[in-house]
């Protein structure tokens, strides 16, 4: 699976991922401070899923269309530790036991 973390996903989560051997790729690393849209173009280019806290790719896809094949994961979560969202990522959170 190739991801593309948005610029608000916590840099440690992507460093775990990474050192679980996921091919991601973090907006805020290689691309920082550009706009959904080009972040959206990113993924359907590079056909990578994107993980983002930012509802605003639900309106990109629905009211103008963009069609990213590989999905957003869209995460709605109020408190978490930074670390933490790379473990419920890859399944190994206690929210999934």
Known sequence: MKLLANENFPAPAVLLLRSLGYDITAIGEDYPGVSDEY???IAIAEQRT???????Y???IYKYHYKPQKGVIYLRLEQYEPAEMGNLITNNSPAFT
Not at 50 to 56: A, L, M
């Open 39 to 41: 972040v959206m173009n």
């Open 50 to 56: 994107i993980i983002t806290f930012d509802r605003d």
């Open 58 to 60: 639900g309106e990109l």
